[in-house]
């Protein structure tokens, strides 16, 4: 029977870069409207679970599921690869990413890189989506950086304006790959406040991060990775205040001191 409350699932994922074994037989559910948060030591998987998830790294064994629809494949092990370009197309776009670095177009303006994909991707109306960017850069606090180029911007409003052409995909669930480790702690809360607001509106997220304020904040559920394995997961309250692993308590300790 075919869960539709899932939007993201994933089932026993593996993947290796050559003889690195970095996942090894994950499991992950993020519902509509839930905020999940990874947590765990640089090399633990968090980033490469992500990148899976949007199916921009190829694994090797395992399920991944959108929104009840299994990702079909082709081959085997390392030869494995998905099987259907057009879904994997459509997954894509429902599942936008934020990045680490921004990623904007140089050449392009603020709202000119807003539009860009789903002008370009989707085919959608360039004055309907023109009007949508304005107001999701307004959301996030930079409306009146529309004509601006991205090298005129700080960092905290260049990774703002990256939530917004996000968000202008319209997706069903947002990925966040570490979204403010590239940034001065000042303009980390600029973004940190953008987060939980979108956390607040019910959008479903999954966020990569090191900052355990915002694991503990903004989630409904935090899931502690330790060498490409789950090692514990919860409600961040218990987790945070009360964790069963000995590795999480160090983990925690360290991160905390």
């Not at 539709?4 to 090894?24: D, W």
Request: aromatic letters at 4%.
């Amino acid at each position: 029977m075919t869960d539709t409350n899932a939007v993201i699932e994933i089932r026993n994922l593996h993947k290796s870069f050559g003889a690195l074994e970095v996942l090894k037989g994950v499991d992950l559910r993020a519902n509509r409207g839930q905020v999940i948060s990874l947590i765990g030591s640089s090399g633990s998987g968090k980033s490469t679970l992500l990148r899976c998830a949007n199916l921009l790294e190829n694994s090797q064994e395992g399920d991944i599921l959108f929104e009840g629809e299994a990702v079909r494949w082709k081959g085997r092990g390392a030869a494995r690869h998905p099987a259907d370009r057009a879904q994997v197309l459509r997954i894509r776009t429902n599942l936008s990413m934020v990045f680490q670095q921004f990623n904007l177009w140089s050449h392009l303006t603020v709202l000119q890189n807003v539009m860009e994909a789903p002008v370009t991707v989707l085919k959608r109306d360039r004055a309907e989506v023109e009007e949508a960017a304005r107001g999701y850069l307004a959301k996030v606090g930079i409306g009146d950086k529309c004509e601006a180029w991205p090298a005129q911007l700080s960092g905290g409003q260049q990774q703002r304006a990256a939530i917004a052409r996000a968000l202008c995909m319209e997706p069903r669930a947002l990925l966040f790959d570490e979204p403010t480790s590239a940034l001065d702690p000042e303009l980390e809360q600029e973004v940190i406040r953008v987060i939980k607001a979108l956390a607040e509106e019910g959008r479903t997220m999954v966020i990569v991060t090191h900052d355990m304020s915002l694991a503990r904040d903004t989630s409904d559920h935090v899931v502690f990775l330790h060498q490409g394995l789950v090692e514990e997961e919860g409600a961040p309250d218990r987790l945070f205040s009360q964790p069963e692993s000995e590795r999480l308590r160090q983990f925690l300790s360290h991160v905390s001191a």
